[in-house]
């Protein structure tokens, strides 16, 4: 028989929100594999846990490599536990290759569910939480960074990312230029910490609080699109959008018809924009700017 491979979620801050079964299962596992076996060390002696099983550390430098020999554990039979430094496994930090591996060896996975900076920080936000998209980190590279936002800048949903707290007023800037300095958001610092913050207001505000300086582990919840309808889609508009697919990856005329699509014009109204655009120097051979 085949083991099994379990995504145990630990404590983004306070240490006493970690789940029951986390303890245990640390006490029982075969192998527990950690993003950083230091942090594992002073996570069990504040859980008074002893791993009986064996301790490996399991990062994004040695994912790659380490992955085949857990999965041949696990083919043998073997319990394996994955922990991150903090939250689950696999988002925004290691897991998913060994998952995936897993899965194809038809190796069980299973999850102890803990905190998630994810959804704690949206909970917090005050924005709605109905509908959400996490993306992760953003580029770092501010021109990889602006085109990652320009791919979201339609999106309805609310919008989750984590940052680094020297790159986070670079950041907030790059929101209030592609989403407009009046999208509210909110900048989640510190979450279930001693000195944890929320700070909301519009983009543009939060980004002059950050230019001051900030400290932490960040998560930043910024709020969806609004709706338009086909009455606020002037010629500008237009353009702006066919722009943000272009720069996506999307042929002109791709673009120019999923925007007439948007809008509920005709695609010609579309294309009549962009061309006038165009004649004004407004828009180049490859693209808009």
């Known amino acids: 028989m085949t083991g099994t491979l379990v995504l145990a979620g630990t404590p983004i801050g306070d240490i006493s929100d970690a789940p ?4 245990e299962e640390l006490a029982g596992a075969d192998v527990v594999a950690a993003e ?16 009986k099983g064996r301790v490996v550390s399991y990062f994004e430098g040695n994912e790659t490599a380490r992955t085949p020999e857990l999965v041949e554990e696990l083919a043998g039979g073997a319990r394996v536990l994955l922990v991150t430094d903090a939250g689950m496994p696999s988002v925004s930090d290691p897991g998913y290759r060994l998952v995936a591996a897993a899965v194809e060896r038809d190796v069980r ?24 998209c996490f993306e992760g980190f953003l580029p770092r590279k501010a021109g990889e960074r602006l085109g990652r936002l320009r791919e979201v800048a339609d999106e309805r949903r609310t919008l989750v990312y984590f940052e680094a707290p020297h790159r986070l007023d670079d950041t907030l800037a790059a929101m209030a230029e592609v989403f407009g300095g009046e999208r509210r958001a909110a900048v989640c610092r510190e979450l279930t910490k001693t000195y944890e913050e929320i700070r909301r207001g519009p983009l543009a505000e939060l980004a002059a609080w950050a230019a001051e300086g900030v400290r932490g582990e960040i998560t930043v919840v910024v709020e969806g699109a609004p709706e338009k309808g086909p009455e606020e889609y002037d010629d500008a508009e237009l353009v702006r959008r066919v722009r943000v697919r272009e720069e996506a990856g999307e042929r002109r005329k791709e673009a120019i018809a999923a925007v007439a699509a948007e809008a509920g014009l005709p695609k010609r109204q579309v294309f009549d924009a962009v061309v006038a655009a165009k004649n004004a120097g407004n828009v180049r051979d490859g693209g808009a700017r």
């Open 109 to 132: 996975v299973t999850a102890v569910p803990g905190p998630s900076a994810v959804l704690t920080a949206l909970a917090l936000s005050g924005l709605p939480v109905d509908r959400f």
């Open 36 to 51: 950083d076996t230091r942090r594992l060390r002073r996570l069990t002696q504040a859980l008074g846990v002893t791993p």
């Open 20 to 23: 029951p079964r986390l303890a």
